[in-house]
């Protein structure tokens, strides 16, 4: 039975082998060396695009990335969460529906959600012709960071909700129960038994969210308009404008040991938590 197992497993290892594993390895070459990418024999060994990494330009997209894509993470956690309190108190019927109208917005595709925020946003959008109709002051946001955290929020707060929901549907309500019998109320039940209980889920939805608005580059260029300047963006212009694969390798070798190192403090914060008995009464 085992070896069945295992040979079952074999398709799934050549395909991480093709897929992941030779792609990380190939870029990790091409940070270390510089030449002519096309050319193997006129490439040589080399730290230089690491050592550009230290110039205070690209030290500051790196900066502005992280704190954009935190700040994204926070409002998607302070919007996500309530919500998914909300869909797990409903009613189960109400709640697949209200699941499914959650979900309905990422089965459309990345890029045309991002263009309808582009004419929602933009000076002659949507929102500005209501205000400007009523006579109201319009807004200035688009193209800047607001309108580029406003796009992350958008796109990855479904990231952030799905979690949680599952971790707080999962609570067992005799725990919720027992812990109003011995005199909680509601806030003190939420304090300490329902939010201790899924900090699993927000651990979960923070790295779901953080990952993939720290190296966006669609929504930055989209909302931004080429305003700030992203490590994604940055990551995209040394392969197809500059075409400079060597240093495009190191950002993006780079990026990736920042994101693991994020998810390593996460996943050890969680296992605290664990460890701590959740902070149960």
């Known amino acids: 039975m085992k070896n069945r197992f295992r040979m079952l497993s074999y398709p799934y290892i050549v395909w991480m082998a093709i897929f992941i594993i030779g792609p990380i390895l190939l870029i990790l070459f091409y940070s270390f060396t510089s030449g002519n990418v096309h050319d193997l024999g006129s490439m040589s060994f080399s730290i230089g695009s690491y050592k550009k990494l230290f110039n205070l330009m690209y030290l500051k997209v790196i900066a502005k990335s992280f704190y954009l894509a935190a700040v ?5 956690f302070l919007l996500g969460y ?8 409903a ?14 917005p990422i089965w459309m595709n990345f890029l045309l959600r991002t263009y309808a925020w582009m004419s929602i946003l933009s000076p002659n959008g949507f929102i500005n012709r209501i205000l400007a109709f009523f006579g109201l002051p319009m807004l200035n946001i688009m193209p ?15 990231f952030m909700v799905l979690p949680i929901y599952t971790v707080l549907s999962k609570i067992d309500k005799s725990v919720v129960e027992a812990a109003m019998d011995l005199g909680a109320n509601n806030l003190a039940t939420f304090i300490k038994v329902v939010f201790p209980l899924s900090i699993p889920g927000i ?11 720290v190296s966006t580059f669609v929504i930055s260029r989209l909302l931004g308009g080429g305003k700030d300047l992203l490590i994604g963006n940055l990551i995209e212009q040394q392969f197809t404008v500059q075409r400079d694969w060597h240093f495009g390798s190191a950002l993006s070798i780079v990026l990736m040991v920042l994101i693991l190192l994020s998810m390593a403090v996460m996943s050890s914060v969680d296992k605290e938590e664990h460890q701590g008995g959740g902070g149960l009464f």
């Open 144 to 158: 800047g960071q607001s309108a580029v955290v406003l796009g992350m929020v958008y796109n990855f707060l479904p």
């Open 82 to 89: 309530p919500v998914a309190l909300i869909i797990v108190k």
């Open 203 to 213: 651990i979960t939805g923070i790295t779901m969210v953080f990952m993939p608005a």
């Open 91 to 104: 009613e189960a019927r109400k709640r697949n529906l209200l699941m499914l109208f959650f979900l309905v």
């Open 72 to 76: 994204a993470t926070a409002l998607c």
